[in-house]
């Protein structure tokens, strides 16, 4: 193994880290900074809309993820 | 509470979710052999993306969902929410890991999270220790889930089943069908429960929202907390404990806790596919949160003088929801801590026994899988029991520094997934230095500047890692080579080593 560290190859898989990274992102500080306010959003306080999003986004992603993986024949 | 209802209903799930333990060997193949730890140990890697999906969801669902979750809402408020974040992360790890995980298990023989550690840094050393000191953490775990079992038959018994019989009767129901069926019990039971725990919580939070306010809608909560206690709605929630940095530095120590009993759940899968299916709709699972954090918020202006936190949605239960539901109440927090329980006693069984016994008393692998079987017994009679009825003080500071010291094996996984160079000596370097800041911020001087004491120990423990890998020898190329070509298949083709 002459590779230093392990990195995506492709496109699509850089893609896919990126989204990763950003989906922590979203739910740590800084970002968890802007949504923390004490509004309501849909009758729920932002902070539990956000922490729902960012569930919900975490399921596109490895939805995303799954057709890569799959289309690419790739375990 | 006067009724028999509750506890009736309570008993009715330990009977049934027994029933379902025992019957889960039916599953196996007809010549399949429940003392061979690749089917009492990971189920002979059977299972499917459903059972999975509900596995691994029940399983981190513990009793902290009906207890802690509203407790926390109840005294801090959204700062609860953290627990959501890093289920649903958990969920990307599993993702990206479980496949990888499950090959080396199918083409390595692997049953424990240990058997690889010793397996990539060829050290049966480094894997002993990695299984004493994961049990260390998975005994506590174990034990806090058996004293919310204990504590929900008290109360559904209106105190006549004391916390020690408790403790004994639902150790004894767990350990009839764990002993019969393995990982197989877990399964089964766990995806009752799973499906149990969702019903539930959302019976239990509408109703309640329901007797709070009239309607069907968390709004009204929400209004009134808004209105009269909004400190409730950000961080650092209404305890002022919760800040930014320890909120962030929890998330992220707890995604990189690879806990034993996962690992085996992930090896348990009937393939790699179905891992990554299960684990892309496992956040959705976590809608199972809500409805009881919602009932935590409600206790903020119905229940103000509450002693314990925790005991919010039971009190609530008690003082406004119909018998039934009291019951229902009972029966879903007992299978929140029976299901998270279970796996940690299994994993602790199986990991003492493949990983530190056999090593030492050179066992075969038959006797190794009976004695993995029959070790659950000592180890929840004689373990989880005694500290359970004991209920020590310190117990949640044994769980703190376990579960930090979970996250300092993390460079032993970045050497099985990302970094080809790690040696063995840099991994036990990086743990030993990374565990006792653990401790040390832990336990002399609690999480400095509010940063996670995990977070401190990985801080530590990644350079020295680093360090101590480039100076040591590393693994043995072809070691290195059979590991990478799973963990970095394309990696590995492109840059031209030898193929297999």
């Given at each position: 193994m002459r590779r230093l560290i392990v990195l995506p190859t492709s496109r699509a898989g850089w893609g896919l880290l990126i989204a990763f990274v950003a989906l922590v992102l979203a739910g740590t500080w800084p970002v968890i900074g802007l949504v923390n306010r004490a509004t309501l959003v849909m009758g729920l306080p932002l902070m539990v809309v956000w922490s729902y999003l960012i569930i919900f986004a975490c399921v596109a992603v490895m939805l995303i993820g799954n057709h890569i993986v799959e289309r690419d024949d790739h375990e | 509470m006067n009724s028999v209802w509750p506890l009736l209903i309570t008993l009715t799930y330990v009977a049934i979710a027994m029933i379902i333990g025992l019957r889960a060997?039916?599953?196996?193949?007809?010549?399949?052999?429940?003392?061979s730890l690749e089917e009492?140990?990971?189920?002979?890697?059977s299972m499917g993306p459903v059972t999975l999906y509900l596995l691994i969801a029940a399983g981190s669902v513990s009793a902290y969902t009906f207890m802690g979750a509203p407790g926390w809402a109840y005294s801090k408020g959204v700062a609860v929410f953290y627990v959501a974040i890093y289920l649903a992360y958990l969920a990307l790890i599993a993702w990206y890991f479980g496949p990888k995980v499950w090959q080396f298990g199918d083409q390595f023989?692997?049953?424990?999270q240990a058997s690889a550690i010793a397996d990539r840094y060829q050290s049966p050393a480094l894997g002993a220790l990695a299984a004493l000191v994961m049990a260390i953490g998975s005994v506590a775990y174990a034990v806090l889930q058996t004293i919310g079992s204990a504590y929900i038959l008290f109360v559904m018994s209106g105190g006549m089943i004391p916390i020690w019989l408790g403790v004994l009767s639902v150790l004894a129901c767990i350990a009839v069908y764990l002993y019969a069926s393995g990982q197989r019990a877990i399964g089964r039971t766990n995806a009752f429960q799973g499906v149990l725990m969702l019903i539930v919580a959302w019976a239990v939070g509408l109703w309640a929202v329901h007797s709070a306010t009239g309607g069907l809608s968390f709004s009204g909560v929400f209004e009134r907390i808004q209105t009269e206690h909004s400190e409730f709605l950000t961080l650092p929630g209404a305890g002022g404990d919760m800040s930014f940095s320890f909120w962030t530095t929890s998330i992220i120590v707890s995604m990189f806790s690879f806990m034993p009993p996962v690992w085996t759940q992930w090896m348990s899968a009937s393939s790699a596919r179905t891992i990554r299916r299960s684990a892309t709709w496992l956040p959705t699972y976590y809608v199972v949160i809500l409805p009881m954090v919602v009932v935590g918020f409600i206790g903020i202006f119905s229940l103000p003088e509450l002693a314990r936190a925790d005991t919010v949605a039971l009190e609530y239960a008690m003082q406004h929801l119909p018998v039934v539901l009291v019951g229902l109440l009972g029966a879903g927090t007992l299978a929140a801590s029976m299901s998270s329980s279970e796996p940690f006693i299994h994993s602790v069984s199986l990991s003492l026994s493949k990983d530190v016994l056999q090593p030492v008393l050179k066992l075969s692998d038959g006797a190794t899988g009976k004695l993995a079987r029959l070790l659950i017994l000592p180890i929840m009679f004689l373990v989880v029991a005694p500290l359970a009825i004991a209920e020590p003080g310190s117990l949640v500071m044994i769980l703190l520094v376990g579960l930090g010291f979970a996250s300092q094996v993390l460079p032993a996984f970045i050497g099985m997934?990302?970094?080809?160079?790690?040696s063995r000596l840099g991994v036990m370097a990086g743990i030993v230095a990374g565990f006792l800041v653990t401790v040390a911020f832990t336990?002399?001087?609690?999480?400095?500047?509010?940063?996670?004491a995990g977070f401190w120990g990985l801080m530590i423990n990644l350079p020295v890692f680093v360090a101590v890998s480039l100076m040591t020898p590393a693994t043995n190329d072809d070691v290195v080579e059979r590991f990478f070509r799973i963990a970095a298949p394309r990696g590995f083709t492109r840059l031209g080593g030898a193929k297999k």
């Open positions: - | 060997r039916n599953g196996c193949a007809k010549n399949a052999d429940m003392n009492w140990g990971v189920a002979g890697r023989g692997h049953v424990t997934f990302f970094w080809p160079r790690a336990t002399l001087w609690p999480h400095p500047l509010g940063i996670h």
